[in-house]
């Protein structure tokens, strides 16, 4: 295969690792149109008046209530945004869809509830559905008649979803699919009427199944007791040779995963776009308790341990915003060039190719996101441990993200492994990239002019740590080459370098692009980036430095970290005055400064 050009390579999936962009190739919340921001205020308007209100009643699990929830939000066109509008929908782009999971997370069961109806409930039949299912199913979808969710996990079968045992074999006569096993944590299953089920054609070819409520047969099993999202309903399902018509075969026998596997690509995404609304509202409420609390006679907002968290957590949020929306923009670009006439093989296309983004936004958004409950718990002090108080539940309702939609450590390895394949079918050009990084270290040091001007040293340190990833990946290929799976610590902190390259990147281009329409109005955000770099290129260091001295030995590993300590090198900046500076932005405004800019 031909390598790609560089403008080719520009907006492939993974692609930031070995090119460079400038601050005009990437979206920034400051790019949202008006439509954009108008779905913003609107589906934040729905859930702080229909839905926050109800909270003590959701959960406590009234009865109906959810389901009644979820319909109102599609009465007001919230539920529709990924179904096209042929169907009913509202066709929204990559962008919109993300704005709306922001603004749909203030109350996480809700946002769970919804993500399950109306992403990975619904875009099985969106990409995969015949002309008849889509019609049968999706308007009533879009409007919430319908609720849906998605079936893949069993007792026995979660990571490892292909070890599914639930099977479906042909009637005698031939109309129906008989299924029969079981299903576990399923999200709006005590209330769904279409449940997209997983399941193998005579035990063993993995196909996907549109189930409807009243098949005999089909039972759902109580409510579990859940740590977190009580609001939210999480049922067993269970099929005693319960009749599924012919036609209602999801894609072709022996594809499920591949209806699977792009479905979470989907809803992964989004995770992490609900993980930053929610951090976002852990922040401002973290902001104005600190506020009002006194303690040695100041507000525990004058401290400066206080202002350290509320600045940290506001740039931990701007890294996850800048990547999550510049991904957004990079999808929509990428659907918005038709490049096949078959409009669902496109659609699927683009899913693949920024599979790696998608795990990015989920791990990255999911762990931001438990950072900053967990410190948000701790500004509260001993009220964040109370449940009369907010903090206790976001912090219950948090660990949920990093464990469904394929756990943190299973999309940890999902990035690396993409990132080979894409490389050795040469669609990435990892390897020249990294055979020319070993040319350039065979020649030594080179003088380096000291960088100069605003974020010049981060753009250093961007470029160094791009260096160090390939310096990493290309001493562990060498090292292991097809076993590297095996060695899955090594596997995950190639993973974590990847996820700061892209943040590292995403936040500098974003604050270059900001500086460059506001100048010294964008200072903060220039802070929040120069703070986030810094850190950064010190986690990176200590991820390769992991990486390595499991990888080599001896003089070996001498040369590669001595390589890595110039690599690693950076000027020193006043990360306290920065964070403190973030933390005055945030107590002004009692939110988090950078949003829509
Ligand atoms: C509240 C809730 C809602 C959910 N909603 C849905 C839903 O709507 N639909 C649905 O289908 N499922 C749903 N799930 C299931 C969820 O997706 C699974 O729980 C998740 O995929 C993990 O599977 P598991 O629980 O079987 O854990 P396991 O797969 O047993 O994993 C346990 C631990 O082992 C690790 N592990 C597993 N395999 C490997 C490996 N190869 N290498 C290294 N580490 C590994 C995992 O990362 C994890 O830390 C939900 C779960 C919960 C709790």
């Given at each position: 295969?031909?390598t790609p050009t560089a403008s080719e390579s520009l907006n492939r999936g993974g692609a930031f690792l070995i090119t460079s962009s400038g601050p005009e190739d990437i979206f920034t919340p400051a790019d949202l149109?008006?439509?954009?921001?108008?779905?913003?205020?609107t589906a934040e308007e729905v859930v702080f008046k229909e839905v926050v209100p109800k909270i003590p009643e959701l959960e406590q699990h009234e009865k109906g209530l959810m389901a009644e929830m979820l319909r109102?939000?599609?009465?007001?066109?919230?539920?529709?945004?990924?179904?096209?509008?042929?169907?009913?929908?509202?066709?929204?782009?990559?962008?919109?869809?993300?704005?709306?999971?922001?603004?749909?997370?203030?109350?996480?069961?809700?946002?769970?509830?919804?993500?399950?109806?109306?992403?990975?409930?619904?875009?099985?039949?969106?990409?995969?559905?015949?002309?008849?299912?889509?019609?049968?199913?999706?308007?009533?979808?879009?409007?919430?008649?319908?609720?849906?969710?998605?079936?893949?996990?069993?007792?026995?079968?979660?990571?490892?979803?292909?070890?599914?045992?639930?099977?479906?074999?042909?009637?005698?006569?031939?109309?129906?699919?008989?299924?029969?096993?079981?299903?576990?944590?399923?999200?709006?299953?005590?209330?769904?009427?279409?449940?997209?089920?997983?399941?193998?054609?005579?035990?063993?070819?993995?196909?996907?199944?549109?189930?409807?409520?009243?098949?005999?047969?089909?039972?759902?099993?109580?409510?579990?007791?859940?740590?977190?999202?009580?609001?939210?309903?999480?049922?067993?399902?269970?099929?005693?040779?319960?009749?599924?018509?012919?036609?209602?075969?999801?894609?072709?026998?022996?594809?499920?995963?591949?209806?699977?596997?792009?479905?979470?690509?989907?809803?992964?995404?989004?995770?992490?776009?609900?993980?930053?609304?929610?951090?976002?509202?852990?922040?401002?409420?973290?902001?104005?308790?600190?506020?009002?609390?006194?303690?040695?006679?100041?507000?525990?907002?004058?401290?400066?341990?206080?202002?350290?968290?509320?600045?940290?957590?506001?740039?931990?949020?701007?890294?996850?915003?800048?990547?999550?929306?510049?991904?957004?923009?990079?999808?929509?670009?990428?659907?918005?060039?038709?490049?096949?006439?078959?409009?669902?093989?496109?659609?699927?296309?683009?899913?693949?190719?920024?599979?790696?983004?998608?795990?990015?936004?989920?791990?990255?958004?999911?762990?931001?996101?438990d950072m900053c409950v967990d410190e948000g718990v701790e500004i509260f002090g001993g009220y964040g441990f109370h449940e009369d108080y907010p903090m206790a539940r976001a912090y219950r309702d948090s660990r949920?993200?990093?464990?469904?939609?394929?756990?943190?450590?299973?999309?940890?390895?999902?990035?690396?492994?993409?990132?080979?394949?894409?490389?050795?079918?040469?669609?990435?050009?990892?390897?020249?990239?990294?055979?020319?990084?070993?040319?350039?270290?065979?020649?030594?040091?080179?003088?380096?002019?000291?960088?100069?001007?605003?974020?010049?040293?981060?753009?250093?340190?961007?470029?160094?740590?791009?260096?160090?990833?390939?310096?990493?990946?290309?001493?562990?290929?060498?090292?292991?080459?097809?076993?590297?799976?095996?060695?899955?610590?090594?596997?995950?902190?190639?993973?974590?370098?990847?996820?700061?390259?892209?943040?590292?990147?995403?936040?500098?281009?974003?604050?270059?692009?900001?500086?460059?329409?506001?100048?010294?109005?964008?200072?903060?955000?220039?802070?929040?980036?120069?703070?986030?770099?810094?850190?950064?290129?010190?986690?990176?260091?200590?991820?390769?430095?992991?990486?390595?001295?499991?990888?080599?030995?001896?003089?070996?590993?001498?040369?590669?970290?001595?390589?890595?300590?110039?690599?690693?090198?950076?000027?020193?900046?006043?990360?306290?005055?920065?964070?403190?500076?973030?933390?005055?932005?945030?107590?002004?405004?009692?939110?988090?400064?950078?949003?829509?800019?």
């Amino acid at each position: 295969m031909a390598t790609p050009t560089a403008s080719e390579s520009l907006n492939r999936g993974g692609a930031f690792l070995i090119t460079s962009s400038g601050p005009e190739d990437i979206f920034t919340p400051a790019d949202l149109s008006d439509d954009q921001r108008l779905i913003a205020q609107t589906a934040e308007e729905v859930v702080f008046k229909e839905v926050v209100p109800k909270i003590p009643e959701l959960e406590q699990h009234e009865k109906g209530l959810m389901a009644e929830m979820l319909r109102r939000a599609g009465a007001l066109g919230l539920l529709g945004g990924g179904i096209p509008e042929e169907y009913g929908g509202s066709g929204l782009d990559k962008v919109g869809a993300t704005v709306l999971a922001e603004k749909l997370a203030a109350y996480a069961s809700f946002a769970v509830s919804q993500g399950a109806h109306a992403g990975i409930g619904t875009v099985p039949i969106v990409y995969f559905g015949t002309e008849e299912q889509k019609r049968k199913y999706l308007p009533k979808i879009a409007t919430g008649e319908f609720l849906s969710c998605y079936c893949l996990s069993e007792p026995q079968a979660g990571s490892d979803a292909l070890a599914s045992r639930t099977r479906a074999v042909l009637s005698p006569d031939g109309k129906n699919w008989i299924l029969n096993g079981q299903k576990m944590w399923i999200t709006n299953g005590g209330f769904a009427d279409v449940y997209i089920v997983f399941a193998k054609v005579d035990g063993d070819s993995f196909s996907c199944f549109i189930v409807e409520r009243g098949t005999p047969g089909f039972s759902v099993g109580a409510e579990e007791k859940k740590m977190g999202i009580r609001g939210s309903s999480t049922v067993p399902l269970f099929f005693e040779n319960a009749p599924v018509p012919k036609e209602n075969l999801l894609h072709d026998i022996g594809r499920g995963h591949i209806v699977a596997f792009n479905t979470l690509n989907v809803g992964r995404f989004s995770l992490g776009a609900y993980c930053l609304g929610g951090a976002k509202q852990a922040l401002e409420v973290s902001s104005k308790y600190s506020k009002e609390r006194v303690a040695f006679g100041k507000s525990l907002s004058e401290f400066g341990l206080i202002k350290s968290k509320l600045g940290e957590m506001a740039i931990r949020i701007y890294a996850v915003e800048s990547m999550i929306y510049r991904s957004a923009g990079m999808i929509d670009a990428a659907v918005g060039t038709p490049t096949d006439a078959d409009k669902t093989r496109q659609a699927m296309q683009v899913l693949e190719e920024y599979a790696i983004e998608s795990s990015i936004s989920k791990v990255a958004g999911s762990e931001t996101l438990d950072m900053c409950v967990d410190e948000g718990v701790e500004i509260f002090g001993g009220y964040g441990f109370h449940e009369d108080y907010p903090m206790a539940r976001a912090y219950r309702d948090s660990r949920i993200n990093r464990i469904f939609e394929g756990t943190n450590e299973i999309n940890r390895m999902l990035i690396v492994q993409m990132l080979m394949k894409r490389a050795m079918a040469g669609v990435l050009p990892l390897i020249p990239a990294a055979m020319k990084l070993g040319e350039e270290v065979l020649a030594g040091p080179s003088f380096e002019e000291a960088a100069s001007g605003p974020l010049a040293e981060e753009g250093r340190s961007l470029t160094q740590a791009k260096k160090i990833f390939l310096l990493t990946a290309g001493t562990a290929v060498q090292a292991f080459r097809e076993k590297l799976a095996e060695h899955q610590e090594i596997v995950a902190a190639l993973a974590n370098i990847v996820m700061e390259v892209y943040a590292m990147e995403s936040s500098l281009l974003r604050a270059q692009k900001s500086s460059a329409v506001r100048g010294p109005a964008a200072a903060v955000m220039v802070d929040a980036a120069r703070a986030f770099i810094y850190d950064a290129l010190d986690r990176v260091e200590k991820e390769a430095r992991t990486a390595l001295a499991a990888t080599v030995e001896g003089d070996a590993l001498a040369t590669q970290l001595a390589v890595l300590r110039r690599f690693a090198k950076h000027a020193p900046i006043d990360a306290i005055a920065i964070r403190r500076r973030v933390a005055a932005a945030v107590l002004a405004i009692d939110r988090y400064p950078f949003e829509g800019r």
